[in-house]
């Protein structure tokens, strides 16, 4: 079943009603809270939308019951009849009811879908893995579904000084090289890049959903440069390049390849790479922005300059307040966000809440993560989940007793560099607000009386 | 635990030996996979151009030949002078004469200037050489010969008052060029987000300096942006974008998804089914014209065979330069019913 499909959205819309016995949110508040919830704000969205509002509530109250719980004291179709058959769906599917959690575009982003981007959900997801279905995507000439017994893999030197052998791969050849198996983020260097100058989208899913976390599979690029008789000495940078229309170029430094950290993979989460992520063949270069994890790779080319291509000299390139652009911005520093809850959810109720998010950063390991619930005046430690992998997101969880009042909720990272992620009053100080890429600032998610969580900048 | 009985033993060490003596040892790092790539191939994919000019091919065009390949396969989504914005950012303006002496653009140290082109960014002409050559015409990349490559860049260095109107661009004079580039003293390496010191030969440390605090951090807690209430909706209903279980909601921010799928014309899927929503919008302008401004253009005139001709076979001139490709798979019958539909303002019921 395709996800999103009509029949799926009335299951949802279903499902959207509460399956728990609890009052509707506007009788747990006191007078005085009902009060100050009615800010400008609620009133809009209460007077376009109070229909559905009267309906979720009417639809909880149904429910209760002297008795109990009629979900236990009444029998259920799903206990009471004969369920699906194994391999109904030969390639499982997510619930009908998750259908909400998908790649989505920003409206107003750019003008053409194949030139464009799709935002993974974060505002939903647990853990650090990105289902494959739901990373995030950029294509710059659109995608292919490359057939990967016609996908070559060609080394050659800027000069033949580079490496003694150009040679050319198939995915035959690749597949039987010693492969590695590793964890890395991969972050759009333009992540988070319409909030440099001021809040622009509501939810986590377009402040900070150009991520996305994977286990890949495939050949230290080092190895293949060995293959070919590189020439450790000379070599100082190489030019990976995709199979696309755009056949994109970025050049990777040299050090990062001769660490074994780069990765040729045709792997991703236990299967090949999606074709939006690269099928059959992407680079992976932990720590960099995703820019330069060309996709479809075809070639690499080993040379001793830099090739400032159009995506490292036209664009992904950082303006500074001085006039200058910074070139070869590639490391994405230390950088959390908390996605539940985040922006434009709603808190239930008062009480308990578990709040979790995610770290990140280009130069290792996340060493800890610290959490404030008042802008940033006090803070406290998170607890790091593990895996705490270097290059990789790491989850993180702090709990609260939500008293009902206004709250500001901000994570911020520390790298095991002692790197510590900035507020956006020292990140502008430095860089302005033009940059574009590289917006690694402190998120804030203000929580109103309502419940209601907004999206805002604290200096 | 299994145990080789000794004459068994004995046998596979001779086994090993022969094979041994058969095929000398390879060693475990000498794959034998992949082959050498041929002359031909290598020249056939590494098309790169480097900013020192290495891998530039030789080839020529002029300003004028420029303007025909320009006319004939850009200006349908880069505009006629490269201004527009309808596809893609601008590539040309904002470039002053001031800045081709001083290898500066001035206008990018005002935080007030609205955009930035191509041509204030790019620092090395090579950069556009390179990008043309690979990935342009956008829906034919590699398409154009190296002459016309040449000839296009010449004409949009005219564009941008850098080069004269007779002016021929090749594998000499483009290093001419290289020196007039007005962005070409633009780009500093001074970071830390480069993982070595290939480029400044100093180790760079990173630009901010955060410490963890714990307690009493700040006196207060400024608010200096927060989302304004026009903008809401503008991501359609965030409720539709949450789970509908768990420890929070998304908040509704606009009709439910399941309510406009419910409502929705038949047309209307039919619409969609057939791609035509990648471009039009029932009542905002995207690539295309909305269907609303259609219906309202041809208000009160007979001209549903005129339409179902400019869908079929395509157009451009009606609604600005970007030209709306044929659409060739759409059936007879479907089509009318689209033309009907949009003629009458392309009805939501």
């Known amino acids: 079943m395709q996800r999103g499909s009509d029949t799926d959205l009335e299951a949802m819309a279903k499902a959207a009603n509460p399956a ?63 369920g699906q058959p194994v391999a109904a769906t030969p390639y499982g599917m997510p619930s009908k009811y998750e259908g909400g959690l998908i790649r989505r575009q920003s409206p107003g982003l750019t003008q053409v879908a194949g030139a464009s981007v799709s935002f993974m959900p974060l505002q939903g997801m647990f853990g650090i893995i990105t289902p494959s279905g739901l990373h995030f995507e950029r294509h710059h000439q659109g995608w292919y579904d490359i057939d990967p017994n016609k996908h070559r893999f060609m080394i050659n030197g800027s000069t033949p000084e580079f490496v003694k052998k150009a040679k050319v791969y198939t995915l035959d050849d690749l597949m039987r090289f010693p492969s590695v198996s590793r964890m890395h983020f991969i972050e759009c260097g333009a992540n988070t890049g319409m909030e440099w100058g001021n ?72 299967e090949m790479l999606r074709p939006e992520n690269g099928y059959p063949l992407r680079l992976v270069v932990p720590g960099v922005q995703g820019v330069s994890w060309v996709k ?21 390139i950082d303006l500074m307040p001085d006039g200058q652009h910074r070139q070869y911005t590639s490391i994405q520093e230390a950088k959390s966000v908390i996605t539940s809850p985040s922006g434009g959810q709603t808190l239930l109720e008062k009480g308990f809440y578990n709040i979790t998010g995610l770290a990140w950063s280009g130069r290792g390991k996340i060493a800890r993560v610290d959490v404030s619930f008042d802008g940033g005046i006090n803070w406290v430690e998170a607890k790091l989940q593990t895996p705490v ?47 574009i890429y590289h917006n690694n600032a402190i998120q804030s998610w203000k929580v109103v009386e309502s419940g209601d969580v907004g999206n805002v900048q604290v200096l | 635990m299994f145990r080789f ?53 030789k080839g020529s065009g002029s300003v004028s030949d420029g303007e025909t390949v320009w006319e004939g396969k ?21 470039v002053t004469k001031d800045d081709v002496k001083s290898g500066h653009v001035a206008a990018l140290k005002r935080p007030d200037y609205p955009g930035r082109t191509t041509f204030m960014k790019v620092a090395t002409i090579s950069t556009l050489f390179d990008y043309i050559r690979r990935a342009m015409p956008w829906n034919a990349p590699k398409s154009l010969t190296n002459d016309q490559v040449y000839a296009v860049l010449a004409y949009m260095l005219n564009l941008s008052e850098i080069v004269p109107d007779d002016f021929v661009l090749n594998e000499q004079t483009i290093h001419d060029v290289q020196k007039m580039m007005p962005n070409r003293d633009g780009m500093t390496y001074d970071h830390a987000m480069w993982p070595s010191a290939a480029f ?45 279980v768990g420890q929070v909601r998304g908040q ?98």
């Not at chain 1, 639809?59 to 009849?81: F, H, N, R, V």
């Not at chain 1, 479809?296 to 992904?316: M, N, Q, S």
């Not at chain 1, 992620?421 to 940059?435: A, F, I, K, N």
């Not at chain 2, 955060?210 to 209903?237: F, I, Q, R």
């Open chain 1, 20 to 82: 728990r016995i609890r009052k509707a949110p506007e009788n747990f508040l006191g007078a005085d809270e009902i009060a100050a919830v009615s800010n400008g704000r609620r009133d809009f969205l209460r007077g376009a939308f109070a229909a559905a509002a009267a309906l979720g509530a009417g639809a909880a109250a149904a429910e209760e019951s002297p008795k109990g719980d009629e979900m236990i004291l009444k029998p259920q179709t799903w206990a009471t009849t004969l």
């Open chain 1, 199 to 270: 809040v622009a989208v509501p939810t986590v899913q377009y402040t900070h959903g150009m991520i996305s976390c994977s286990e890949y599979t495939g050949i230290p690029l080092r190895t293949l440069l060995e293959d070919c008789g590189v020439d450790w000495k000379k070599a100082k940078f190489v030019l990976a390049e995709g199979g696309d229309g755009s056949a994109m170029t970025r050049t990777i430094p040299i050090e990062l390849v001769a660490s074994g950290e780069v990765i040729v993979a045709y792997g991703m989460n236990g």
């Open chain 1, 296 to 316: 479809w790779l075809r070639r690499i080319e080993v040379g001793d300059k830099p090739y400032a291509t159009k995506d490292e000299a036209v664009h992904y």
């Open chain 1, 389 to 435: 992998l270097s290059k990789c997101l790491t989850r993180f969880n702090v709990p609260w007793n939500w008293d009902g009042k206004p709250a500001i909720l901000q994570s911020r990272a520390t790298d095991e560099t002692g790197y510590v992620q900035p507020g956006y009053r020292m990140l502008r100080e430095v860089r302005g607000t033009r940059s």
């Open chain 2, 5 to 57: 009985s000794k004459p068994a033993l004995a046998q596979v060490v001779f086994l090993a030996a022969a094979l041994a003596a058969a095929s000398p040892a390879r060693a475990l790092d000498d794959f034998g996979l992949g082959r050498a790539a041929t002359p031909d191939e290598v020249k056939a994919w590494d098309i790169d151009v480097r900013p020192d000019f290495a891998g530039l091919p």
């Open chain 2, 74 to 94: 850009c200006a349908v989504c880069h505009g006629t002078f490269g201004e527009s914005n309808k596809v893609f950012s601008p590539l040309i303006g904002g």
């Open chain 2, 200 to 244: 400044s030969g100093k180790k760079m440390k990173p630009d901010t300096h955060a410490k963890v605090c714990m307690k009493n951090c700040k006196d207060k807690v400024e608010v200096a942006s927060s989302l304004p209430e026009y903008a809401l909706s503008s991501h359609g209903n965030i409720a539709d974008q949450n789970r509908h």
């Open chain 2, 252 to 349: 509704t921010t606009g009709p439910s998804a399941a309510d406009s799928a419910a409502k929705k014309h038949p047309a209307a899927e039919l619409a969609d089914a057939s791609g035509c929503l990648a471009c039009h919008a029932v009542d905002t302008k995207l690539v295309g014209p909305s269907y609303r401004d259609v219906a309202e253009k041809y208000k009160g005139q007979d001209v549903s065979a005129l339409l179902f001709k400019k869908v079929r076979e395509g157009g451009e001139g009606a609604w600005g330069d970007v030209a709306m490709p044929p659409m060739t798979d759409i059936k007879d019958d479907d089509l009318k019913t689209l033309v009907a539909w949009i003629l009458k303002g392309a009805p939501s019921k």
